[in-house]
C-alpha cells in the first residue's frame, strides 16, 4: 500500500532520449526521498536506487508506434489490477492521442487517481502556416505527427484529460496550450538535468580556451527535423571563407539516419574539419566545445525544456538555436543564447567568425546561462515539485 506508481510506455534505457533519462532520474530522486516507488516500463533499466520495477520485453523498439500502443495497453491492465495499491498513477505521456488512449484503457478508479505528465507540445495551425513549405516536402515523415500530435487532434485532450485528477506540464507554452482544452488542474514542473550539489563539482577544463580550433558541438538525433544537414552546409561555407581554424563534432545519439550525413561530409571534402562520435560523454564534450549548434527545423516532437540545453547551460557552454517560440521559458535570445537563423547560412558564419574573435561575448552569454538554470530549473526543482505534487 502507499506506493506511487509511475508507467512510461516509450522509453529508452539507455537514456538516450530526453523524456526516458528525465523518467529515471524522477523515479530515483522520489526513491531517495525515502518514497515507495514502482515502475512500469517496456523494458528493465539500471538503477542504484530501491525501485520495484514492472517490465514486459528484453529489447524495447521505440520508433513502434504498434508496439508503445501494445505497451500502453499492457501497462494499463495490470495498473487496472493493482491500483488499489497506489496512492498515485504518474503516467507519462506526449500526445492527445496517447492522452485519448489512457482514458479507454484504465479504469475509472485509477483514473481518479492519476496524474498525467504530458512532455510534449502539438503542432498549431500557426506554426504549420511558417514552416509550410518544409512540412510539405516532408508530409510523409511527418504523417504520424499529423495525425497523432497537432491541431487536427488537439480536441482529444478536451474528451480525456479531465478525466484524470491532475494534469503536469513543463513549459509555458504547454500550460497556454492546454488551458483552451478546460483542464482545472494544471501544474508546471520545469525539469532539469544535474542537482546543485553535482553542479561545483563539475569542473570545467580550461581546454576550449587553450585550443587553437573554434570547436563547434552538436548533440542529439540525426532525424530530419533536427537539422544537421545544415551543420554541414555550415561548415562547408566556414571551410570556403578560410576565415576560421574550426572542428564541428556530430555526436548523434542513434534515431535518424546517419549514412547520408557521411555521404555529405565525403562529398564536400571535410573529413578533416566534421568528426563523427557515437558513444560519448555529455559532460565531457561539452566542456570542450566553444559553442553548441541546435539547427531545429521545428519544436514538434521536441520536449520544450531540451535536456540538451539544459546540459549546456548547466556548464556554460554557450548554445546557439533558431527562434522559436516554444522554447521561450529556456532560451532568450541575446541574453543566454545566440541566434541560428537557418534561412542565411551566411549570417550564421559571420555571427561564429565574431565570437571566435571575441571570448567575451562567450563568457557573458555563460553567466547568464548559469544564472537562468539556478532559477528553478535544477534537478532538485524537478523532483521536489513532483514530490510536492504526487504527494
Same mark, same amino acid.
Given at each position: 500500500?502507499?506506493?506511487?506508481?509511475?508507467?512510461?510506455?516509450?522509453?529508452?534505457?539507455?537514456?538516450?532520449?530526453?523524456?526516458?533519462?528525465?523518467?529515471?532520474?524522477?523515479? $530515483?530522486?522520489?526513491?531517495?526521498?525515502?518514497?515507495?516507488?514502482?515502475?512500469?516500463?517496456?523494458?528493465? !533499466?539500471?538503477?542504484?536506487?530501491?525501485?520495484?520495477?514492472? !517490465?514486459?520485453?528484453?529489447?524495447?523498439?521505440?520508433?513502434?508506434?504498434?508496439?508503445?500502443?501494445?505497451?500502453?495497453?499492457?501497462?494499463?491492465?495490470?495498473?487496472?489490477?493493482?491500483?488499489?495499491?497506489?496512492?498515485?498513477?504518474?503516467?507519462?505521456?506526449?500526445?492527445?492521442?496517447?492522452? !485519448?488512449?489512457?482514458?479507454?484503457?484504465?479504469?475509472?478508479?485509477?483514473?481518479?487517481?492519476?496524474?498525467?505528465?504530458?512532455? /510534449?507540445?502539438?503542432?498549431?495551425?500557426?506554426?504549420?502556416?511558417?514552416?509550410?513549405?518544409?512540412?510539405?516536402?516532408?508530409?510523409?515523415?511527418?504523417?504520424?505527427?499529423?495525425?497523432?500530435?497537432?491541431?487536427?487532434?488537439?480536441?482529444?485532450?478536451?474528451?480525456?484529460?479531465?478525466?484524470?485528477?491532475?494534469?503536469?506540464?513543463?513549459?509555458?507554452? /504547454?500550460?497556454?496550450?492546454?488551458?483552451?482544452?478546460?483542464?482545472? $488542474?494544471?501544474?508546471?514542473?520545469?525539469?532539469?538535468?544535474?542537482?546543485?550539489?553535482?553542479?561545483?563539482?563539475?569542473?570545467?577544463?580550461?581546454?576550449?580556451?587553450?585550443?587553437?580550433?573554434?570547436?563547434?558541438?552538436?548533440?542529439?538525433?540525426?532525424?530530419?527535423?533536427?537539422?544537421?544537414?545544415?551543420?554541414?552546409?555550415?561548415?562547408?561555407?566556414?571551410?570556403?571563407?578560410?576565415?576560421?581554424?574550426?572542428?564541428?563534432?556530430?555526436?548523434?545519439?542513434?534515431?535518424?539516419?546517419?549514412?547520408?550525413?557521411?555521404?555529405?561530409?565525403?562529398?564536400?571534402?571535410?573529413?578533416?574539419?566534421?568528426?563523427?562520435?557515437?558513444?560519448?560523454?555529455?559532460?565531457? $564534450?561539452?566542456?570542450?566545445?566553444?559553442?553548441?549548434?541546435?539547427?531545429?527545423?521545428?519544436?514538434?516532437?521536441?520536449?520544450?525544456?531540451?535536456?540538451?540545453?539544459?546540459?549546456?547551460?548547466?556548464?556554460?557552454?554557450?548554445?546557439?538555436?533558431?527562434?522559436?517560440?516554444?522554447?521561450?521559458?529556456?532560451?532568450?535570445?541575446?541574453?543566454?543564447?545566440?541566434?541560428?537563423?537557418?534561412?542565411?547560412?551566411?549570417?550564421?558564419?559571420?555571427?561564429?567568425?565574431?565570437?571566435?574573435?571575441?571570448?567575451?561575448?562567450?563568457?557573458?552569454?555563460?553567466?547568464?546561462?548559469?544564472?537562468?538554470?539556478?532559477?528553478?530549473?535544477?534537478?532538485?526543482? !524537478?523532483?521536489?515539485?513532483?514530490?510536492?505534487?504526487?504527494?
Amino acid at each position: 500500500m502507499d506506493k506511487i506508481c509511475f508507467a512510461l510506455h516509450r522509453f529508452r534505457a539507455d537514456k538516450k532520449e530526453a523524456i526516458s533519462k528525465n523518467f529515471v532520474n524522477l523515479v $530515483e530522486g522520489l526513491s531517495r526521498k525515502g518514497e515507495r516507488v514502482v515502475t512500469y516500463t517496456p523494458t528493465n !533499466f539500471i538503477t542504484s536506487a530501491k525501485i520495484e520495477k514492472v !517490465f514486459y520485453r528484453p529489447i524495447s523498439h521505440y520508433s513502434s508506434l504498434a508496439e508503445s500502443v501494445i505497451n500502453l495497453w499492457l501497462m494499463c491492465r495490470d495498473i487496472n489490477r493493482n491500483h488499489v495499491d497506489y496512492k498515485v498513477i504518474n503516467f507519462h505521456i506526449a500526445t492527445p492521442v496517447e492522452s !485519448f488512449l489512457l482514458t479507454l484503457f484504465l479504469c475509472q478508479s485509477a483514473s481518479e487517481k492519476t496524474v498525467v505528465s504530458i512532455w /510534449q507540445s502539438y503542432l498549431t495551425f500557426d506554426e504549420l502556416k511558417r514552416n509550410f513549405k518544409y512540412f510539405l516536402l516532408n508530409s510523409i515523415k511527418y504523417l504520424h505527427i499529423f495525425i497523432g500530435n497537432s491541431f487536427a487532434c488537439s480536441f482529444l485532450y478536451t474528451l480525456s484529460l479531465k478525466r484524470f485528477h491532475k494534469v503536469i506540464v513543463h513549459c509555458e507554452y /504547454q500550460r497556454k496550450q492546454l488551458i483552451v482544452h478546460g483542464v482545472n $488542474e494544471l501544474i508546471l514542473i520545469r525539469n532539469g538535468v544535474f542537482s546543485l550539489e553535482e553542479l561545483p563539482l563539475i569542473v570545467l577544463p580550461p581546454s576550449r580556451v587553450q585550443s587553437d580550433d573554434f570547436v563547434l558541438l552538436y548533440l542529439g538525433h540525426a532525424k530530419e527535423s533536427k537539422g544537421v544537414e545544415s551543420l554541414i552546409e555550415l561548415a562547408k561555407y566556414l571551410e570556403a571563407s578560410q576565415g576560421l581554424e574550426f572542428t564541428l563534432i556530430l555526436a548523434l545519439s542513434g534515431f535518424g539516419e546517419n549514412k547520408h550525413l557521411y555521404r555529405l561530409v565525403k562529398q564536400s571534402k571535410l573529413e578533416h574539419r566534421v568528426h563523427f562520435k557515437d558513444e560519448v560523454n555529455v559532460v565531457e $564534450e561539452m566542456s570542450n566545445a566553444d559553442l553548441l549548434l541546435l539547427p531545429l527545423r521545428t519544436c514538434v516532437g521536441t520536449s520544450l525544456m531540451p535536456n540538451v540545453i539544459i546540459e549546456a547551460m548547466s556548464l556554460g557552454l554557450p548554445v546557439a538555436v533558431p527562434d522559436y517560440p516554444e522554447l521561450e521559458d529556456l532560451v532568450s535570445l541575446g541574453e543566454n543564447a545566440f541566434e541560428l537563423d537557418l534561412s542565411d547560412i551566411s549570417s550564421i558564419s559571420r555571427m561564429i567568425l565574431t565570437l571566435s574573435g571575441n571570448r567575451s561575448l562567450l563568457e557573458k552569454v555563460s553567466h547568464s546561462q548559469k544564472v537562468r538554470i539556478r532559477d528553478g530549473m535544477t534537478l532538485d526543482s !524537478f523532483v521536489e515539485g513532483y514530490f510536492q505534487s504526487l504527494t
